[in-house]
């Protein structure tokens, strides 16, 4: 055995403890291939500043936009950089069983702690084949299963869900639909992590949700930490607008213009993403700058020039 | 130039003209690779029963469960074999701008008549990042745009549609949202297909629909063929419950477990597709022993055992 | 069925009386894709000058430097472009049998005529491992064994080709080892093309080779025509220099700088090969503008500068 | 900077130092996939009896039969498990210039310490050629150079590596043409690892070479071990003939027959490879018998029925 796979029943009851993971942005070079460098000075930042997981590959960091072999490239290289410092859960689902079996076995075989395990979105499938589905893939290591209806077109119900409860390789779940069944989840022992950053504030501390799998940590890992560590109704309301902003376009394109705008990463889009607006970055560059000094090595907020950004094909 | 690609002004012109078109089905062997002598005889029942077009790979054919090279495979091998009979339409969309301009160029390539776009369900995008999806790849040939937000979870808004329906490539759409919309982009000349098989008829004769791209047509094709033709409220009403048990669960799900109870492809399931339970064969072989006669090749529908049925990993 | 697959022993016999066979160029854009435009004129051109047939992808073709969907795609699109004119061979081998499989599988599938199917190359296996290769590889199909010692490091030995001779699909062999071998082979009914342009014109009217896979037909197809269809002492005689020249370097070096300087394919070339030298160049032009008429196409020759030539990564 | 690409000049030197380097063996599960389990064993051994380094999907370790995801994956494996006790030099090298560039890449991004890059084997290039690959290849991280003209059918000339030896990348040279090369190499400051067992322990003690590469190290690691750190003319004597065995057919086949027959891994194997005959075995059960209590592991050797081995497709 290898990996957290290795780990067993103690590796399970670690990653049910994470509070706050986040939904690791990948950055990219001029000609479209991963800047591997600047995801490093990212990952090193979460690292120091209270992250406990991540989420690679996931739709924050565009898996959906990778090829396999890139995918399951940037696990193990996390896995081998920062695996002795941070809980590592490789995007592996698919909505074609037989694409997440092979990317999560390899994504084990190269060490990942945990899965995470979407339903088949777009092809979409039965309730059977739902269940199949998932005890396909939690036959290949621990996972956490990702409910987000906005982005399958449907949603998992809870039956689903208690069915695979039981299985030693299941984790929790990434809900997206809102705190009561977050609520109603924790209340049959299933482990919550909020999918909205918007909601994760109360999730945690009303609602009983164990974390949250957080996009703005990428831009403010201290906070988020402090977020999920105590209830701090002040720093929650003031964090409302910039979370708000993150979310105006379909995530990731607004995390992806506020990166490049701190200077964290090159300006370098993967269609079908576009940058925001300048009029959107210029709302974004005010609320940007209210937490600068939270943004790990952020030197300056730039509203920059459309001509700045790039969309290598 | 080569394929439909160099057929200019004329071979858009005619694609325009299709009334039926079908989501063709793709049969499996028992080890899950593509069964072509069950598909070759399928698509030939098409061109001989009066279907004018296929989509290779569709969600219904289950391009979500290829890869990109058994998908441009298929295509390949259908335009070899039968593009003299039919217009081959590949479904090279993506979710991912980069896959879809790669398996777009290579369907091209291989001879396809068109390609079928989707906007990028699950990862999703702005508008503005629809519009420059939408323009790459139709850069590359004729293309029929697939609206169905029921899988992509994003609609796409009229105003993204009619700002690319002046592209020399622009067919026209494929729309799921219903007859009304249908009539509207007519109004604006934008050609239709209607998505929905149980809304096909009306679509046609009362909503100024172009035609249709059916699933049910895999069955019966001569008697969707006629309901193209020609206007037929009997023959509209007396499939109205097949029609709805073939969307009983999500599609491709009941047409697979039919065309097996028929004979016609091997009981092979490529997860997470699952056959239908027993209890909704029963009543589907009931609707299918009374449409046998136009179901070619059938010569008996079998309700079959569980065990029948294969899911190869 | 389908492809020649289907055709069986017509089909079969029908490859067994081919003459004159190239291996044909795949021309490169300046971004390092094919060029499908300088590949379709230039296989026009062999078809109106008497070449019977096409290996697709063969190391003149480079299909060593291609992904195999690239060069699968090739393959269909060549059959769809031309394949009711002139016989296409794949070269679906692979020193992985697992890989070769699944090229062929998809070559024939995509309706290839026949496969052109080398011994395991670096690898190297033994001669049970090899008679195990070739008896996987001619399920598929029918197929021309390719032994050439100078690249793969293993002579196929005659007491393995004879141990295949009998199989349904076994078409004959391109022997690059010499003229009394080929004899050999005829004398115990084994059908032989010369792998080598310099004995190829003795090879096929004094030791009973069926025939050639020809480099230099690329550029000269009709004058090569002639040499097979007759005895030609004159006409080999003049050709001798050119046909060395085009062997100065490993093939395919010299045909891709020649086709450039002939202005018939962009001066790109996918690396580790680049073009020849100036002064090498300088002879070459000598060479080729003695039988420029012969050269399909070719308007001018030109020595051409270092800095016209592209090597995209 | 990551890797050994990171470590810089002190990397660099420490790979330069290196005496027993291993191109280990890849083990198979019964569906053909990779047996980690085993391949952990194997290599825990190898860590545990001195081995300083492993060759990763080397031709022993059977990479020309590997999709690149499955190599890269298994480097990154490698890496993440036994980077921290064995350098990982990954054989990323490829007859395609820009297959070798993107696995030696990927390769680096998981950890690699170096990669072994091969010349174009199969479809060979000129001087010029080869220069350019190399140069485009050892840009990307520290790289040994291999020279095996029996499997390349090229040579790769003194003159080129002279002409690539003081690229800060370069480590050295797997010569394979004998120890008078070896010897000269030196003599110009070129480290050297003998590619031949049989000559290694010569080429170490007598001809200055740095170490081996070694396909017998796989089975006994620890007097192999023995052999590289000091002159011991009875060993090496004694080894002969079990060194001879080895290479009785094209390697890896009797060493993958032998590390069945000894228990350590299952008797799968992928095609073309087969196993040696229930003669060849008889002999080397003797060989091996002889020297078991050296085979880590091993607690008996059998010959085994021809029945008993697997050659999954």
């Known amino acids: 055995l290898h990996g957290a796979a290795a780990a067993g029943i103690q590796g399970t009851s670690a990653m049910k403890k994470l509070r706050l993971i986040t939904a690791i942005k990948t950055p990219y070079l001029a000609n479209g291939k991963f800047d591997l460098d600047a995801y490093d000075a990212i990952v090193e930042q979460q690292v120091q500043n209270g992250v406990e997981g991540l989420i690679v590959g996931g739709t924050t960091g565009e898996g959906q936009l990778m090829s396999w072999d890139e995918h399951v490239m940037l696990i193990a290289h996390t896995v081998n950089q920062y695996g002795r410092h941070i809980k590592v859960i490789g995007n592996t689902g698919s909505n074609s069983t037989r694409e997440a079996l092979h990317a999560t076995e390899q994504g084990f075989a190269v060490g990942m702690d945990a899965a995470?395990?979407?339903?088949?979105?777009?092809?979409?499938?039965?309730?059977?084949?739902?269940?199949?589905?998932?005890?396909?893939?939690?036959?290949?290591?621990?996972?956490?299963?990702?409910?987000?209806?906005?982005?399958?077109?449907?949603?998992?119900?809870?039956?689903?869900?208690?069915?695979?409860?039981?299985?030693?390789?299941?984790?929790?779940?990434?809900?997206?639909?809102?705190?009561?069944?977050?609520?109603?989840?924790?209340?049959?022992?299933?482990?919550?992590?909020?999918?909205?950053?918007?909601?994760?504030?109360?999730?945690?501390?009303?609602?009983?949700?164990?974390?949250?799998?957080?996009?703005?940590?990428?831009?403010?890992?201290?906070?988020?930490?402090?977020?999920?560590?105590?209830?701090?109704?002040?720093?929650?309301?003031?964090?409302?607008?910039?979370?708000?902003?993150?979310?105006?376009?379909?995530?990731?394109?607004?995390?992806?213009?506020?990166?490049?705008?701190?200077?964290?990463?090159?300006?370098?889009?993967?269609?079908?993403y576009v940058p925001l607006s300048q009029e959107q970055r210029k709302r974004g560059a005010v609320l940007l700058r209210q937490v600068q000094q939270h943004i790990p090595g952020c030197k300056e907020v730039r509203v920059m020039d459309d001509s700045e950004f790039l969309t290598p094909r």
């Open 116 to 272: 995470l395990q979407i339903n088949p979105y777009y092809g979409k499938t039965s309730m059977v084949g739902l269940t199949e589905h998932f005890r396909a893939v939690l036959s290949e290591g621990p996972a956490i299963i990702y409910n987000v209806p906005g982005r399958t077109g449907q949603d998992i119900p809870d039956d689903i869900i208690m069915s695979i409860a039981a299985h030693e390789n299941f984790l929790g779940v990434k809900e997206c639909t809102g705190n009561s069944r977050i609520e109603d989840y924790h209340s049959k022992g299933v482990v919550c992590w909020s999918g909205n950053d918007d909601e994760a504030h109360a999730a945690r501390h009303c609602h009983q949700a164990q974390g949250v799998i957080s996009v703005t940590s990428n831009l403010i890992p201290g906070l988020f930490a402090n977020l999920m560590r105590q209830k701090d109704d002040d720093l929650a309301a003031r964090l409302e607008d910039l979370i708000s902003w993150l979310f105006c376009e379909p995530n990731p394109i607004p995390l992806n213009t506020a990166l490049a705008m701190c200077g964290l990463v090159k300006p370098v889009f993967r269609l079908p």
